[in-house]
DNA sequence: CTCAATACGTAGCAGTCGCTACACAATATT
DNA sequence: AATATTGTGTAGCGACTGCTACGTATTGAG
């Protein structure tokens, strides 16, 4: 064990929250390291590569998320019309903002296949959707796919047209 | 009028033909310079600003995918149901990949303001929804919004898991 | 207490970034 | 032919990139 580990999670926390602050613009390892309050020589000496860091802080970022999702829609299975509506409101309060616009900056890394991006995005993005099948009647893969398609191009939409909207209450 | 001109007219081409291929990532101006077959020092010389000539590049390569998407759809009205089918089909062909890539990663490097991207993405977005606004039955612009982004959610899920699908026929 | 493993600071490498200073060449104007 | 404008090459600046070499503290086990 030793306390490699323990400032390992420390860092991990730290440094999402600045990447939900900062976006994935500024990540060299000296501005990282400095969020996390360490020097960029630990981050290295702790996790090898920034590229390691980077899929373990997406991962923390992740799963949060979607504590919070579960927390605000429970598991109730409901039409696919009134689901679409309903994450559409709940995602779009502030709350969410800064988790969202990361994840478009990671899609936008992973759209030419560049890893650890592209795997992060796939991983994510297959979670939402089986998190949608699992609160739809009559289920199916494609429907769950193209509900979670419609939610995000409405985010996508909601980020670039109106850039302060998720901002206020 | 002078040389200028036209060297920076074949250096936008080459530029956006790069740009198509390569995506938004290795865009130093020294990378472009070369794809252009010409040298940074020129690059500068022509449009003053690295952000000026991505800018130029960007409006280049919109207003061609609004060529392309004209030829391919018309200007007839139908309905947002099949309009939207429609897009989803022709927009899913081989041909238009490197452009939504591309625009995937200007939507990334957007999310968070930053300039030029905002700019080009609000932009591109708007003509995209005006262009869908204009053919389908009892247009609205919520309609319009709505479609244009169900489109876009899709392409994203092609993009993300199924990286391939659009490179083969 | 000894000594090895773990933890961490300082300095630096080789590369890239956008951009500029300074020179000279080619062309246009008078 | 003299002069001014436009075009282009070379070299480099200062800041940043991920990462490493090398040292030294600190901590643990025997």
Known sequence: ??????????????????????????????????A??????????????????????????????????????????????LLLEELTAVVSQPFFKPAIQ????LVGLAVRGSEPYLANAKLFSDNWIQWIESRI???TAEKATDLYAHLEGRLMIQLIQQPDALQSA
Request: hydrophobic share 45%; glycine share 10%.
């Open 102 to 105: 990361l994840w478009f900056e």
């Open 137 to 139: 009647e009559a289920p």
């Open 1 to 34: 064990m030793g306390k490699v580990d323990i400032k390992k999670k420390a860092a991990i926390e730290k440094i999402s929250g600045y990447l939900l602050e900062n976006g994935l613009n500024n990540t060299g390892i000296r501005a990282l390291a400095q």
């Open 36 to 81: 996390a309050g360490t020097s960029d020589r630990m981050l290295i000496y702790y996790f090898g590569t920034k590229d390691e860091l980077l899929n373990q802080v997406l991962g923390s970022i992740a799963a949060g998320v979607t504590v919070q999702l579960d927390a605000l829609l429970g598991t109730d299975v409901r039409s696919a019309d």
